[in-house]
């Protein structure tokens, strides 16, 4: 079979491109890793998408979406995309398949920048996390680190302290890059604090985490603090690897225009993927729809 439209990737983007697309009676085939959601499934709560205005739950949201594609006609199925083969009749390669299809929708978003110091690779899930909402609970009443300063370090600290003793956030910059709604709504937490100027060099213990070394970025000096656990928020980057082909920006995002093309033709990029200058979920739906509209017409003029 010859799909009209193969989406690669299950978050809010690509839902979307899948809504859109199948309602609007093209044959679709959504392809995800893992689970649909894409990073909205591990958030306790979206406040700023609009149309709930007590915020909503991120796992909630991925559901509604998901059932949503699936109710126009989507088919989605879990695999993991291992390359593409582009011409007038496109091929997605798969662990498991292959996939023919007129049109591409990549929507593969993100996956997590790590620290890569000495100690983050041994006790990565036994003490070094990247999840709070995932894992949260198992630091009740103790000690716990976050690295970084944007918005996803500050509202995943919100997060920690309502489980952990004390939560330090290690910012190698003088300031926060957060938002001021959530720094100020940070302020009112008393055993939330930061350390400014400051990055992790170590990761030290046994079987978990005991105590990291600390540096000044300024004056370089040097020491050691206790702590339970770490969880790091430093940044994002794009599952480009299969997609080597098309024209990226130096950080490894995909460059596509207002309609969400990229430089192949028939192939279309939405969501954390592609450059842009603001990366959220409502941003995200408006991609999909967009990447979804172009690769109708694109089919239409074939």
Known sequence: MVYDVVVIGGGPAGLSAAIYA?????SILLIEKNSCGGHIIITDSLDNYPGFDGGINGFELAVKLETQAKKFGTKIVYDEVSGIETGNIKKVITVNSV?????IITAAGTHVREMNIPGESKFKGRGVSF????????YKDKDVLVVGGGDSAVQESI???KFAKSV?????NAKLRSTKILQDRMLTYPNISVIYNTVIKEICGEDFPEKVTITNVNTKESRDLKTNGIFVFIGLVPNTSFFSSLTLDNTGYIITDENMNTSIPGIFACGDIRKKQL???V????????????AQHYIENL
């Not at 199948?22 to 093209?26: H, N, T």
């Not at 999840?131 to 198992?138: K, L, N, Q, Y």
């Not at 330090?168 to 190698?172: K, M, P, Q, V």
């Not at 991609?287 to 509209?293: E, K, L, M, T």
């Open 168 to 172: 330090t956030i290690i910012h190698r």
């Open 279 to 281: 990366r959220q979920v």
């Open 283 to 294: 941003t995200a739906a408006s991609d999909g729809a967009q990447a979804a509209i172009s």
């Open 22 to 26: 199948s309602r609007a009676k093209l």
């Open 159 to 161: 997060y920690l302290s």
């Open 99 to 103: 996939y023919e299809t007129k049109t």
């Open 131 to 138: 999840c709070a909402t995932c894992d949260a609970p198992f």
